[in-house]
């Protein structure tokens, strides 16, 4: 069934059962999905959809903390946060490749970004007013992607799985050094204290947002789940992020703004916090479009896009050159 050449990449194919069954089958014995294999188009498609959505996230994150590189407070803070935006850039990167090995191209994917026909994390279309939001998002945002993508370390498709082992190490550091400028700032005087509950205030309900929507109202979850390629969903997700920062924030004696925040024994196998209703309008506002910064983000991506091209036009045309100059020595 599996055979070379039935289906590759490129290729179409009838769907029968049997090979549905035979995919299936691959995914239950956690054989890795390589991009020459042969896969359902469904499969390929959410992949490339969740896997463009990542790298879109990656790029269009650099751009609410990249608004700080300039005025961080001193060189230690600048040359972390540099890193840190860069490493995202590079996560970007990385993404993108991973979709392209599905045969789409990063033009392609960018053309859809630009359009809003792809999305990107709701999370990067809140602002970044105050130096306690380069913190927040460390922290939160970082900590939040860590939950999401230590799972994604082991999904069934090769090259997403393998690209998320180093952007997980590379998450980690930033969520450390996020919670360390948070708890600087609450060790600072009574403004910087305020400064950084503040930022908690703002960032905390759209971090537990990013999960995506609750399991009764997700699409996409239980053929992913099937397919190997989420390994928990939301709700379960956002449940552990819950339960590793409460005593995070307690620690550094920040409150989360959530009165209905309390530990119940009984909830799942070793409990778990109850939390407060989710304001499900505000985040199908942000991901439809209309959140604070969505026109400034897309604004900016195509800015860059487009002062892009000649670099693109002069790279192309130096590898057109080269293949060409290739073939008429071969
Ligand atoms: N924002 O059926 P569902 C980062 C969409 S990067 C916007 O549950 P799925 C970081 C969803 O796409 C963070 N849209 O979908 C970077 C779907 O719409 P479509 C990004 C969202 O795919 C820099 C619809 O809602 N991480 O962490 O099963 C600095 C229904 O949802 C959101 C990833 O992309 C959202 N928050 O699950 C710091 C990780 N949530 O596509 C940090 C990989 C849902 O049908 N992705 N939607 O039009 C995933 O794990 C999953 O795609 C999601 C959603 C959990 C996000």
Redesign the pocket.
């Known amino acids: 069934m599996y055979s070379q050449g039935l289906i590759g990449a490129n290729t179409e194919t009838k769907e029968t059962q049997e090979f549905l069954d035979a995919f299936q089958a691959r995914i239950d014995a956690e054989i890795k999905i390589e991009p020459n294999d042969p896969m359902p188009a469904a499969y390929r498609k959410t992949l490339i959809?969740?896997i463009g959505?990542?790298a879109h996230?990656?790029i269009v994150?650099?751009l609410p903390?990249g608004n700080w590189i300039t005025r961080a407070p001193t060189l230690r803070r600048k040359v972390a946060l540099l890193a840190k935006v860069q490493d995202?850039g590079g996560?970007g990167l990385y993404l993108y490749s991973a979709a392209e090995t599905l045969g789409v191209s990063r033009e392609q994917m960018t053309e859809e970004l630009l359009n809003g026909s792809a999305?990107?994390?709701?999370?990067?279309n809140y602002p970044t007013p105050t130096w306690a939001d380069i913190g927040a998002?460390g922290w939160l945002?970082?900590g939040?992607?860590i939950m999401?993508?230590v799972p994604?370390c082991r999904c069934s498709y090769g090259p997403y799985a393998r690209a998320m082992i180093r952007v997980c190490k590379e998450?980690s550091f930033?969520q450390r050094q996020g919670y360390e400028l948070m708890k600087t700032l609450t060790e600072g005087n009574e403004d910087q204290k305020q400064m950084a509950q503040d930022a908690l205030n703002r960032w905390w309900w759209p971090s537990i947002?990013?999960?995506?929507?609750s399991d009764t109202?997700?699409?996409?979850?239980d053929q992913?789940m099937k397919w190997k390629i989420?390994r928990f969903t939301?709700d379960e997700l956002r449940q552990k992020f819950i339960d590793a920062t409460v005593p995070q924030a307690k620690l550094i004696g920040l409150t989360l703004p959530d009165p209905d925040l309390k530990w119940n024994e009984n909830k799942n196998e070793d409990g778990g916090y109850d939390f407060g209703e989710i304001n499900w309008d505000e985040?199908w506002k942000?991901?439809k479009g209309h959140g604070m910064m969505n026109k400034d983000r897309i604004r900016a991506r195509k800015k860059a896009w487009d002062d892009g091209a000649w670099v693109r036009d002069a790279a192309l045309a130096y590898a057109k050159k080269s293949e060409q100059q290739n073939s008429e020595a071969a």
């Not at 999305?119 to 990067?124: A, D, E, L, P, Q």
């Not at 109202?217 to 979850?221: E, F, L, R, T, V």
């Open positions: 959809r969740m959505q990542h996230s990656e994150g650099m903390e995202e996560h999305k990107y994390s709701s999370i990067f998002i945002v970082d939040a992607a999401n993508q994604l998450e930033h947002m990013m999960f995506g929507p109202d997700s699409q996409h979850s992913s989420k939301n985040f942000v991901v």
